[in-house]
Each structure stands twice: as C-alpha cells, then as structure tokens.
C-alpha cells in the first residue's frame, strides 16, 4: 500500500487538464490552415496543390468575382497550401477546436474581383493578381519605362499576348537565320 | 470512344432517414445537457484506421476521456453516441445503417475526422459514398486526419453541451484598394529563390519553405548588427540540429551568391 502511494506521488499527474486548462500543443503540430483574404491574390496555386481538393476556386464571369473556398471537413492539414502560396496567405495553425454542428460552418470564402484584358476585354484573372504580377516584375526592370511595358504586359490576356508577340516580332523584322545553310 | 464515367453515374444517393418529433426533442435535450455517462461506440466506415489510433490515444490515461464519463463499449446497443469514421465506402454502407438501426434512441451520431465528413482524401474514388452525413443524419463533425486526441475532446465537449462552437462560416468579399505587399522586396529575387530551393531540397515541402523564411526574415531584418551576425544568431537560437545544418547550407548558398556577384 505505502509503496503503491509513493509510487503515484512519483508518477505525479499524467492527464493533460485540457478543457479546463489551455490545450498544449507543439509548435510543428499541424491545425487549421488559416487564411489570410487580404494578403490572397487569387492565384489559385493553393487549389491545384491541394490533395483533398478541400481548396476550390470557383469563376463567375457574369458577376465578375472568383471566390476561394476552403471546406475544414475534407481538408487534410498537410500544409500543400502553405508551400506553394506566393505571398504566404494561407499557413497551418496549431488550432484544432474545428468540431461544428452545422456542416457549413466547416467553410470559409473569399471573393475577388476579376482583371479584365485591356486590349480584348475578356475576364482572365484576378484584380489582385495582375497588380501583384506587375509589380513583381516591375521590381526587376532596370528603367521605370521597362517596369511600365511589363505593367501593359501583365493587363493582357494569354491570346492576347500571343498575338502581339506575332505582331511585334513581324515589325522587328528578323533576319532569316536558317537560309544561309 | 466510350463515354466518360463519373462517379455520380455509378452511386445512387440515399434517403435521408426519418425521425420522430418525441426523438427529435429527446435528442435536443441529450445534445444541450447530457448530466450523465455516454457511451460511444466506433463504426469504421472504411477510413485508413488513423483515426482508430487517435481515438483509442483519446482513451489512454494521458487525455483521459472517461474523466467525462466517455466510454467506448462494444455493442451498438449500449451507446448513446455512435461515433463514424472513415469515407463509408459501397461496402460498409448496410454495417453502417445496421449499427445506426441497432442503437436505442436518442442516439448523437459524431462524425470523425476528414473521410466521416465529407470523405477526406479518398472522396472522389468510386467505392466511396463520401461522407457519414451521406447515410445518417449527423450531429457534429469533427474534422482531422486523424483529429488529435485533444480535438477529440472537444468534439465530444461541444457534442455533450459542454464547450462551445468556435468556427463560424464566413465569406470575405474584397475591399476597395486591396493590394498585396511584395515579399522580401529588399531580397534579391534569384537570391530568394535559390534560398527556397535550397531549404526545399533539404528538408521537403512544408519545412523547406518555414525554414527558408526564417532565414529571409533573418537577412531582411532591419538591424544595426552585421548579415553575418544575425545569421549566426538566428543559428544559434535553434536546438534542432537538422535544422542548424540547413541554416548552414543556406548560408553557403547566400556566400556563393554574394561572391559571384562581386567577381
Ligand atoms: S492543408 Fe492540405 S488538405 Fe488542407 S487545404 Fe491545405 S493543401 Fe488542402
Ligand atoms: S496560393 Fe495563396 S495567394 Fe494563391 S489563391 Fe491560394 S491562398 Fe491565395
Ligand atoms: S480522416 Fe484521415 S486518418 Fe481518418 S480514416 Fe480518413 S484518411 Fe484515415
């Protein structure tokens, strides 16, 4: 008996107290992956990565808006999200009190505003997107004139693009390098 | 060329099952307050048996759900809650239904982790039904794959009236001007991604990309102290040795940019 009770003063108290106490967890412990729909641009990476297509972009052309969603029930904490985000919007947590009663609380949305082509007018990305883009790239340019040509650039849609390429590389007039063979 | 399948084509989606009014209020009553022990018992619906391993670690003398008088029980004739895990493939859906139909009323039915909600990772295969909502009328989901022993608890706590909903659905809709600050912009762009791809190689996906930004904040830091130094300290508040050694790496890389750049 006496050895029984030392035994368990030794031990002392092995139950976590969590709910009566704040949970413990550790810092790589993989919660909700939190969103941040002001740092987002909508690029949609997060969506093709995701495993459990938890993540959805959806397009509505007529309302000129693209909502992302996430749905917490299929989502698989793997942090795919994390990766490959390009401005860190969206990063696991360590929270783990997600238990709902109503199934539609499992999902979060974001709407964004669609980027229209300057030159054709047709709806090919976000608002966010084409702003980010070009200033990314802008940040690269050597001249301001250069970082305003990527600006024009990046505001046009890909059919577009490949039509102006056709153009200019006409107007620049490239000599024929394989006749001379 | 043969018509595309999906898996729609293949399933037929179920009824919803009926319940009384009289069951209904009773359930209402067990779900606000339940004032006594439950007993749970586990239907696998064809998950990978992860969440099996965590609910049996809920048990374990370390979380300790009995301390709430949770009590896993082998027969479904003796539960008050019926606890579902995995995607309910074609196979497990009559089981499922038996053990749904076998369990005196008012019964809670919690659905556990990713593959109980919506069918998880495994949702678009073609023996899956996709979710335990799909056959039974589900009270609380608990996502997780598999939910921690912790999430668990509370799935249980908010099931039995004990703790409170935290998620709420939301929708944000974008604001006038809303424009996304460039990362590192002080960072050399091909810098930045020999960083990344550095920490990647080294430590795979998710870590790769923590440890690479760690170590940008590091260099971006607007302190009076020397790139050098403040590498060097970020180094040295890290105890994992793994991670130490990438820091390393990372800093080979920096170096043989830097001196590239200079010749
Ligand atoms: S953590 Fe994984 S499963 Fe969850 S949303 Fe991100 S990519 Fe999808
Ligand atoms: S990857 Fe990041 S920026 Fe792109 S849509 Fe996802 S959360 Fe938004
Ligand atoms: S939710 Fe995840 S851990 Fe649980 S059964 Fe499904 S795949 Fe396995």
């Given at each position: 008996m006496f050895k029984l009770l030392k035994e368990i003063f030794r031990t002392g108290q092995a139950t976590a107290l969590y709910p009566f106490a704040p949970p413990q967890t550790i810092k790589d412990s993989r919660g909700k992956p939190e969103h941040d729909p002001v740092k987002c641009i909508a690029c949609a990476a997060c969506t093709g990565a995701c495993p459990a297509n938890a993540l959805s972009m959806k397009t509505d052309v007529a309302a000129g808006t693209r909502t992302w969603a996430i749905n917490y029930g299929q989502c698989v904490f793997c942090g795919r999200c994390q990766e490959v985000c390009p401005t860190n919007a969206i990063a696991l947590t360590t929270e783990f009190e997600l238990a709902v009663a109503r199934k539609d609380d499992l999902i979060t949305r974001a709407t964004f505003k669609l980027a229209y082509c300057r030159t054709c007018g047709a709806a090919f990305s976000t608002l966010k997107e084409v702003d980010y883009v070009a200033r990314l790239l802008g940040a690269l340019a050597e001249t301001p004139k250069e970082a305003e040509r990527i600006r024009a650039h990046a505001e046009i849609c890909p059919a577009c693009k490949r039509r102006l390429d056709v153009e200019e590389m006409a107007q620049a007039n490239p000599v024929r390098q394989m006749e001379c063979l | 060329m043969n018509a595309p399948i999906f898996r729609d084509d293949l399933t037929i989606k179920p009824q919803g099952l009926s319940m009384s009014n009289e069951v209904a209020a009773l359930k209402g009553r067990l779900l606000k307050s339940i004032g006594r022990s439950v007993y749970v018992y586990r239907v696998d619906c064809g998950g990978c048996n992860g969440c099996e391993i965590e609910i049996f670690a809920a048990i374990t003398p370390i979380f300790d759900a009995e301390r709430f008088g949770i009590k896993v029980v082998p027969s479904p004739r003796h539960a008050d809650i019926l606890l579902y895990t995995g995607a309910v493939t074609r196979a497990m859906r009559m089981p499922g239904l038996r053990a749904y139909e076998a369990a005196p009323e008012p019964k809670i039915v919690v659905s556990y982790g990713a593959c109980g909600n919506t069918?998880?990772?495994?949702?678009?295969?073609?023996?899956v039904w996709g979710g335990t909502d799909q056959i039974v009328p589900v009270d609380v989901y608990i996502p997780g794959c598999p939910p921690s022993p912790q999430a668990t608890i509370y799935g249980f706590a908010m099931a039995l009236g004990l703790l409170d909903q935290k998620l709420k659905e939301t929708h944000h809709v974008e604001g006038e001007g809303e424009s996304v600050p460039l990362i590192h912009p002080e960072i050399p762009y091909a810098l930045r991604v020999a960083v990344e791809r550095r920490a990647r190689e080294m430590a795979g996906y998710l870590h790769g990309k923590v440890i690479a930004e760690a170590f940008l904040a590091a260099l971006a830091a607007p302190e009076p102290a020397s790139v050098e130094a403040r590498l060097a300290a970020l180094t040295a508040q890290e105890s994992d040795p793994r991670v130490v050694e990438i820091y390393g790496q990372l800093r080979a890389v920096l170096r043989a940019m830097v001196v590239e750049q200079a010749s």
């Amino acid at each position: 008996m006496f050895k029984l009770l030392k035994e368990i003063f030794r031990t002392g108290q092995a139950t976590a107290l969590y709910p009566f106490a704040p949970p413990q967890t550790i810092k790589d412990s993989r919660g909700k992956p939190e969103h941040d729909p002001v740092k987002c641009i909508a690029c949609a990476a997060c969506t093709g990565a995701c495993p459990a297509n938890a993540l959805s972009m959806k397009t509505d052309v007529a309302a000129g808006t693209r909502t992302w969603a996430i749905n917490y029930g299929q989502c698989v904490f793997c942090g795919r999200c994390q990766e490959v985000c390009p401005t860190n919007a969206i990063a696991l947590t360590t929270e783990f009190e997600l238990a709902v009663a109503r199934k539609d609380d499992l999902i979060t949305r974001a709407t964004f505003k669609l980027a229209y082509c300057r030159t054709c007018g047709a709806a090919f990305s976000t608002l966010k997107e084409v702003d980010y883009v070009a200033r990314l790239l802008g940040a690269l340019a050597e001249t301001p004139k250069e970082a305003e040509r990527i600006r024009a650039h990046a505001e046009i849609c890909p059919a577009c693009k490949r039509r102006l390429d056709v153009e200019e590389m006409a107007q620049a007039n490239p000599v024929r390098q394989m006749e001379c063979l | 060329m043969n018509a595309p399948i999906f898996r729609d084509d293949l399933t037929i989606k179920p009824q919803g099952l009926s319940m009384s009014n009289e069951v209904a209020a009773l359930k209402g009553r067990l779900l606000k307050s339940i004032g006594r022990s439950v007993y749970v018992y586990r239907v696998d619906c064809g998950g990978c048996n992860g969440c099996e391993i965590e609910i049996f670690a809920a048990i374990t003398p370390i979380f300790d759900a009995e301390r709430f008088g949770i009590k896993v029980v082998p027969s479904p004739r003796h539960a008050d809650i019926l606890l579902y895990t995995g995607a309910v493939t074609r196979a497990m859906r009559m089981p499922g239904l038996r053990a749904y139909e076998a369990a005196p009323e008012p019964k809670i039915v919690v659905s556990y982790g990713a593959c109980g909600n919506t069918g998880g990772i495994f949702h678009d295969l073609y023996c899956v039904w996709g979710g335990t909502d799909q056959i039974v009328p589900v009270d609380v989901y608990i996502p997780g794959c598999p939910p921690s022993p912790q999430a668990t608890i509370y799935g249980f706590a908010m099931a039995l009236g004990l703790l409170d909903q935290k998620l709420k659905e939301t929708h944000h809709v974008e604001g006038e001007g809303e424009s996304v600050p460039l990362i590192h912009p002080e960072i050399p762009y091909a810098l930045r991604v020999a960083v990344e791809r550095r920490a990647r190689e080294m430590a795979g996906y998710l870590h790769g990309k923590v440890i690479a930004e760690a170590f940008l904040a590091a260099l971006a830091a607007p302190e009076p102290a020397s790139v050098e130094a403040r590498l060097a300290a970020l180094t040295a508040q890290e105890s994992d040795p793994r991670v130490v050694e990438i820091y390393g790496q990372l800093r080979a890389v920096l170096r043989a940019m830097v001196v590239e750049q200079a010749s």
